[in-house]
């Protein structure tokens, strides 16, 4: 996984542009399972490799507790949440931190098409909390190719 800094800019980048041409194209309105879609294709447009509805599964003592979906993880190393609601919350950030904390990605960019295009840019490296605790949340399908 290359985790460079600088190689993480220039794929958000990337990723951001695709983002606002989708936001430019569709508008607001439509259900986030179409912006998913429309995503994918111009992420894929653009040469980046992307993952789509990445399953990932929650821990605890021993025993499966949850699954959750990731939406999109692109080239390895970012995890792309996305939405299509009013406004982003805070629920969604920590939604993005669990995320970060299962795939163990650097980075994840949490994408509203709302009104407009909203992204926020979450870092991984904060989770170092979860490390000791005795919640485990793993994604197989991304813990293979690190």
Request: glycine share 6%; net charge neutral.
């Amino acid at each position: 996984m290359n985790t460079d800094e600088k190689a993480l800019n220039a794929i958000t980048e990337r990723i951001i542009g695709c983002a606002y041409r989708v936001g430019s194209k569709l508008g607001c309105g439509f259900a986030e399972k179409c912006y998913e879609n429309a995503l994918v294709y111009e992420l894929r447009k653009a040469g980046l490799q992307v993952q789509v509805q990445v399953p990932l599964t929650v821990w605890y003592d021993g025993i499966v507790v949850g699954e959750y979906v990731a939406d999109i993880i692109v080239d390895g190393v970012i995890l792309i949440e996305l939405k299509a609601i009013q406004a982003l919350d805070t629920v969604h950030a920590a939604q993005c931190n669990n995320y970060l904390a299962a795939t163990r990605l650097p980075l994840c960019l949490l994408i509203n098409f709302g009104k407009r295009v909203d992204v926020k840019r979450i870092a991984g490296s904060a989770l170092t909390q979860f490390s000791s605790s005795s919640v485990s949340i793993c994604a197989p399908s991304v813990a293979q190719s690190q």
